[in-house]
């Protein structure tokens, strides 16, 4: 077979002049493509600009009601502090305003961010409860109420460890020295509240249903402590509770208004539930000392002492277990011992341990 030529040259001609328009082709379309994206691009570019700047009108037109709402209460300077700190600082700002006695101004309350220094931290307060901004603000006994729950937590606290580290005496010497702290801080809370608010609510660290709760937690807890000290009773780890033993009415009674009293000298001070629960649980442990009382007088069970003095002098000297049933002077007066000076019953202006049965 002859070679010719020209055929191949023909040949040769029409495949490049197909690969030419392929590649003229592929060219166009990615032509096309990247000015479909272009403008793709450039429209969602563009809706995003609108909805950003629908989100900048929607936030400035916000921005401007709360400073509206803050300039009910705050001057310009003072709206403009709160309103650097964003939304929550704004409003907790309002929160305080709105919350204030009618006769109270905020924007006397407040102090900005350059006048912090002039504040004093509001001391005495359950861990966390103050933040830098709040400080900003006079307290009041209003915005101050949500401590004394926090206090009653740390006391209910308190109480249940005493509970748990008996004999461990590190420990609750650890304990006892918390439990001065707690108090120190409450006292100092008080102040901070009768300087806001001289004629404030007396405060009630167990205020409340849950604050109910508590106040009975350490009563029952402290009782079983006290009972549990003088040896008439003891802790049934099974059923978590104190269990009496065998003795007299007088003893138990006289160890109830021992701890009694050791809770109006700590707690009831700060809580006028607790001091109306003391009251009454005193009335009730006397209640129960007179009846012992008269059944031991009935039954001859008594200890004699001719005159009070001697009477005292044995008292003093600790002669005379709490519970005791004392005579005087051949029946002219009968007195139930009771250890510690819990009933009023005063001879020569002074509190005596025991109280008279008639």
Not at 208 to 229: C, K, S, V, Y
Request: charged share 25%.
């Amino acid at each position: 077979m002859g070679f010719s030529l020209s055929s191949f040259l023909g040949g040769a001609a029409g495949a490049g002049s197909r690969g030419i328009e392929k590649r003229r082709d592929t060219l166009q379309r990615e032509k096309e493509t990247a000015e479909a994206r272009q403008w793709q691009i450039a429209t969602e570019s563009r809706a995003d600009s609108r909805n950003k700047k629908k989100e900048r009108a929607v936030a400035k037109r916000e921005a401007e009601e709360r400073a509206d709402s803050l300039a009910l209460y705050f001057n310009p300077d003072q709206v403009k502090d709160i309103m650097g700190g964003g939304k929550a600082q704004i409003q907790y700002a309002l929160d305080y305003a709105s919350k204030l006695p009618t006769d109270q101004d905020a924007s006397l309350n407040y102090r900005t961010t350059s006048q912090l220094a002039e504040i004093p931290p509001i001391s005495g307060g359950p861990r966390g409860r103050v933040s830098p901004f709040s400080s900003r603000f006079k307290t009041t006994a209003a915005a101050l109420e949500k401590y004394e729950g926090g206090f009653g937590d740390m006391l209910a606290i308190n109480a249940r460890n005493v509970l748990k580290f008996q004999g461990n005496e590190t420990k609750l010497a650890e304990l006892s020295a918390e439990r001065v702290t707690i108090e120190a801080s409450v006292k100092s809370y008080e102040a901070a509240k009768a300087k806001a608010e001289p004629d404030a609510d007396t405060t009630d660290i167990f205020s409340g249903g849950i604050g109910a709760t508590r106040m009975e937690n350490i009563f029952r807890q402290t009782e079983g402590q006290a009972l549990e000290t003088a040896d008439l009773a003891e802790w049934d780890k099974k059923n978590e509770k104190y269990v009496l033993k065998a003795g007299s009415t007088g003893e138990i009674q006289s160890a109830i208004l021992k701890n009694l009293q050791g809770l109006e000298n700590s707690y009831a001070q700060f809580s006028p539930s607790m001091q109306i629960k003391i009251d009454f649980s005193r009335v009730e442990a006397v209640k129960s000392l007179r009846a012992f009382g008269a059944s031991a007088i009935e039954n001859g069970i008594t200890k004699k002492y001719s005159t009070i003095a001697e009477f005292q002098n044995a008292s003093d000297n600790n002669a005379i277990l709490p519970g005791a049933v004392i005579d005087v002077a051949n029946g002219a007066k009968f007195f139930v011992y009771t250890g510690q000076p819990t009933v009023p019953n005063a001879i020569n202006g002074l509190m005596q341990t025991f109280f008279e049965l008639n």
